[in-house]
């Protein structure tokens, strides 16, 4: 199995059936949903978050989580070393997660209060205590883990989120054991500066994390600031096929960093990967056919650029 401790290369990790898919009104039947994990599965990318454990009657988008899981488990339907990663709120999803074949669970605490409460009914230290619970189960049931600080760089309802906020709920996480921490910038406030500054304080706690971003486009700095974490030494990144997504517990809910558009980046910087950038631009515009409008994503309309 891919061992996130272990990586070398830039991670691109694809949320679009989680975070994209969320904030769509249009049901994707199951069938939809598994075409396109297909093309997901041969594209290259190293996860691909299939859904999250939630309540069917709030967001009924992702009531058929764990069908997708039980149907790419079995063997003749998943695709070589792809990790299959599920999005958790609580004891109850890590239960569900085990019983149909979740491989990486993605959890996480937001460093605003006001948002912590809107998205999980909890306060700040509330939510710390019982996400970092849950995190040491999954790591006793053997399966990998990683956990984000949301609100990270700002908060559409609070504004300004201090760094010794986030620095706090990163340090309990390291004092639990837990070495792989993502920064989610859930309102998409961040700019490539206060990223910079950001990791360079989180690159002084422990060397041995394995850092990675959440990056929202809400005010179009979302691959400027990945490219300002990529510098500082992350290597793991979570984005979105077409742009789709964005947290529907913010104050202004945007797309995320678009993953086709981050993958031509990467490949025009000259940073080797094997994706297969011709696969997420077919699938992007297969989301565009479905939902039938124009998406954010630039590259799936543009086409690429290659100067070989």
Known sequence: MF?????????????????????????????QKIEWIRKLLTSGVDIIQ????????????????????????????????????ALILNEKGFERGEVCGVEMYNMGVSASETHSMKNSGMTI???????????KNVIDAGKLVQVS???????GFEGEIKEEKVLAIVKEYINAGIKNITLADTA?????DQVSKLFDSLNKLDSSIVWGTHFHNTY?????????????????????????????YTKVAAGNVCTED???????SGYGNNIDLSKLIELAKDFSSFFNRELPGLVYKSGVIDYK
């Open 50 to 85: 299939l859904g999250s454990f939630v309540h069917p009657l709030k967001v009924p988008q992702l009531a058929d989580t764990d069908q997708l899981f039980k149907y790419f488990n079995k063997p003749e339907n998943k695709a070589g070393s792809v990790v299959l990663s």
């Open 125 to 135: 230290t509330e939510a710390t205590q019982r996400i970092i619970g849950i995190a």
């Open 220 to 248: 179009g700095m979302g691959i400027a600031n990945c490219y300002a974490a990529l510098k500082a030494g992350v290597t793991y990144f979570e984005s979105s096929v077409a742009g789709l997504g964005g947290c529907p």
């Open 188 to 192: 998409g406030h961040a700019v490539p």
């Open 3 to 31: 061992r996130m401790s272990n990586m070398k290369k830039i991670i691109i990790h694809e949320v679009g059936l989680r975070d994209g898919l969320q904030m769509e009104k249009q049901t994707v039947p199951l069938e």
């Open 149 to 155: 600080v949301q609100s990270a760089f700002g908060c």
């Open 262 to 268: 981050f993958v031509h980046s990467l490949k025009r």
